[in-house]
């Protein structure tokens, strides 16, 4: 939950209408927010080279060996090679972990403060990595998928709010988008590394891709450890010289951040004094609006699909008849448009506006949709009856 409190658009005009401190970038609050952003580093890692091992032959021997199985009696048809109930059980658990600790996130958020959160995060997800690069069974893979999910909960939670909280107002897009830019950063390494350790075929190949998401984990932990809490959640944890120094450090030497310091003060009294639940606040009609869009915007982001082709872009390459290596390259290929588009979208929201993303990226996702309609529904009935063939044989032959 953010420090702070609603404030109309001529309220923030006039916090900073002697000043421009608060605008000023610095080396320090690059460096910080780097740090910070890099979270998304180990989320997007995660999320690419889970996809990527199910295909690979050494892994799928040791853990899912009726999946290799199908592929090897498959002549024509890849449909369902990967339906299977515990190869699911495998790639779910991460978000069902995730979604509990998101549950709980907020309140850790709160009492430790965004570094904390950064901190016990990266530890969690440090001890899945390490489960997964040494599993000897399922069970073993699917407890350290769910310690990644459990530290991804916290660091994206924590992650966001941290980069909002600390960025200067103008360019808080830039920044905030940082941690999205190393999420996709992430999942190209991912894909990267999964194309270079298939080609050995061996049984630490796929050790070495789940492993490797430590050193990201561990990087962005040690970093947190060096870097300030920031200056709102100090204030609500009523360590006030800690926040003015904090702002200090962002805001450069030899600048007066204390109106910037008073207004947050202030802010976290008018909280404090209203003594109202914020759950209960957000739910009252003034605020409606904004829990709308707090709910909608991610809720359609996720329901477009774009999180199943990131994470299951292997699997889908694989399943439409692709090899083990072109699965992979594009995997690569998705990764690097991933890129492309993210640093477009840091070069032009701070100047273009939130709004106009939003609506290029709602047109955008039209068109793919679109000719994609047209290919799939161009030869719509030996379509269906390939599918009711497969989707029969494979309910007979699905793992319980």
Sequence with gaps: MGGGVLTSHADAANIFSDSDNASKLTPSVVIICIVAASA?????????????????????????????????????SQYCLFDSQTLTAFTSSFYIAGLVSSLIAGAVNTTTGRRGSLIIGGVVFMLGTAL??????????????????????????????????????KWRGTLSTGFQLFLTLGVMLA???????????????????????????LIMTIGALFIPDTPS?????????AARRSLLTVR???????AELNQLINQNKAVTEANQNPYKLIMERRF?????????????????????IAFYGHVLFRSIGFGSDGALIGAIILGAVYIISTLVSTYVVDRLGRRILFLQAGIQFHLPDCTGDSFVYGDRDRRDKTFIKERRRCSIGSDM
């Design 191 to 217: 894909c990267i590394i999964n194309f270079a350790v298939a080609k050995h075929g061996s049984d630490y190949g796929w050790r070495i891709a789940l492993g490797a998401g430590g050193v990201p984990a």
């Design 233 to 241: 959640s100090l204030i609500q944890r009523g360590k006030v010289d």
């Design 252 to 258: 450069g030497r030899g600048t007066d951040s204390e």
């Design 288 to 308: 409606r609006p904004h829990l709308v869009l707090a709910i909608a915007i991610p809720s359609f982001q996720q329901l477009t699909g774009i999180s199943v």
């Design 40 to 76: 998304g580093l180990i989320f997007g890692y995660d999320v690419g080279v889970s996809g990527g091992v199910t295909t690979m032959a050494p892994f799928l021997e040791k853990f899912f060996p009726f999946v290799l199985q199908r592929m090897a009696d498959a002549k024509q």
């Design 132 to 169: 997964n690069a040494f599993a000897f069974n399922l069970w073993m893979l699917i407890a350290g998928l769910l310690l990644l999910g459990f530290g991804v909960g916290f660091t994206n939670q924590a992650a966001p709010v941290y980069l909002s909280e600390m960025a200067p107002p």
